[in-house]
């Protein structure tokens, strides 16, 4: 059964810290990898990985993917208040263009 | 990207009514996706709405309980119908857009049933 598993389930830390979100997949035929930031209802994009070892950064945030161990990880640094919220992780489903299937999240507490 | 509307953002419903959540994209899309978010849980598929065709349910979901429309490019319905407590949730719609075709999400509505 195809699965999308992250981890950890929740985290607390403190302003300035680096956190490291883990997602890992069982997926036939993959194709592409998102890591989505929800704060109340709609998530918003952060990142689309298709290719292994290819780092995507935006500002503070970071993700790159491993195709041979399936996993990517979503790295924050110098985390903000602001970063507080739900990560999830989203792995397109085989045999269905632009179908994924999500994960169950992290939920993030940056403290100040 | 692409700008989604739903409406109505939240409603209080009652045992055995239904409800109709609207959705609105700024720009013609081929594919929209309906999404339910329990409390606590993750985003779940409901279907897949494409315009000109009957929508695709995933498993563990009926047309019956959650009849869908797709009358153009930019714009479908879902209904919740012969609701329970079981059905409050988060409902979300959302497109295939963007450079990589990745999925963008309306602002979701929020529905508690009594």
């Known amino acids: 059964e195809d699965k999308v598993v992250q981890s950890p389930l929740s985290l607390v830390v403190h302003e300035g810290d680096t956190v490291t979100l883990n997602c890992s997949y069982e997926?036939?035929?993959?194709?592409?990898l998102l890591w989505y930031k929800q704060e109340k209802k709609a998530p918003t994009f952060l990142f689309m990985l298709?290719?292994?070892?290819i780092e995507k950064k935006s500002g503070r945030l970071s993700s790159i993917l491993d195709k041979k161990e399936l996993f990517s990880i979503l790295n924050i640094t110098a985390t903000q208040t602001g970063d507080s919220a739900v990560y999830l992780c989203?792995?397109?489903?085989?045999?269905?263009?632009?179908?994924?299937?999500f994960g169950t999240g992290t939920r993030l507490k940056v403290l100040a | 990207s692409a700008v989604i509307s739903q409406k109505p953002s939240r409603d209080i419903c009652q045992r055995g009514t239904s409800l109709t959540i609207q959705c609105q994209v700024d720009?013609?899309?081929?594919?929209m996706f309906w999404y339910r978010q329990q409390p606590g849980q993750s985003l779940t598929l409901i279907a897949t709405?494409?315009?000109?065709?009957?929508?695709?349910?995933e498993s563990g979901f009926v047309i019956d309980k959650f009849p869908i429309s797709r009358p153009n490019l930019t714009f479908s319905t879902l209904t919740v119908s012969n609701m329970s407590p079981e059905d409050s949730s988060i409902y979300l719609c959302?497109?295939?857009?963007?450079?990589?075709?990745?999925?963008?999400f309306g602002p979701g509505t929020r529905l508690t049933v009594l």
């Open positions: 298709t290719s292994s070892g």
């Open positions: 997926v036939t035929n993959f194709r592409s």
């Open positions: 959302s497109v295939a857009a963007g450079s990589y075709n990745e999925q963008f």
């Open positions: 709405a494409n315009q000109g065709s009957e929508a695709t349910y």
């Open positions: 720009s013609q899309v081929t594919m």
């Open positions: 989203a792995v397109e489903a085989p045999g269905e263009t632009y179908k994924y299937i």
